[in-house]
């Protein structure tokens, strides 16, 4: 459990909580749901299909080496009472061996994905937080909080369709 934005939320609340009535008045606060932001950020539309078509070939190579695996033990099944013990043996032995190379293979491969969609998604964020900034700046916002931080706060303080809209021009 990340504790930082709820310790952050909590050390703005005893700010305000000093400053008197009529500065508080004066400060504008709003917040974002960083979710709904990155889940319809045209960017991450973008990376979705573009992972899809990085990746792809490997993802048909994995599937192709799967069907291959499911075909040697499907002819294990049918033909391994008639088979020699040598035969077998050696079935076996590639069954395995072919177990093994395809599930580093898919490790490999959801370890690569995993990365790339990370290392894009930090870009996406600070893309995100820059027009995040942009917003309030144009609209005269003291503090932006994100919504994980966020205890209460009523529809008028979300900005989120601000930098929706920002995001989708």
Known sequence: MNLKPTIISLLLLITLAFVSAANAADFKIGYVDGAVLLDHSPMTKELVAKLEKEFLPRKNKLVAENNQLTKLIEKKQK???????????????????????????????????????????????????????????????????????????????????????????
């Open 79 to 169: 033909d391994g009472a008639v088979m020699s013990e040598s035969e077998l043996l050696r079935l076996e032995k590639d069954i395995r061996k072919r177990g093994r190379e395809l599930k580093n293979s898919k490790d490999a491969f959801n370890e690569d994905i995993a990365l790339k969609r990370n290392q894009e998604l930090l870009k996406i964020r600070k893309q995100i937080a820059e027009l995040i900034v942009e917003v309030a700046k144009e609209n005269k916002y003291d503090i932006i909080l994100e919504k994980p931080s966020v205890i209460y706060a009523s529809d008028r303080a979300n900005i989120t369709d601000l930098v929706l809209k920002k995001m989708k021009k």
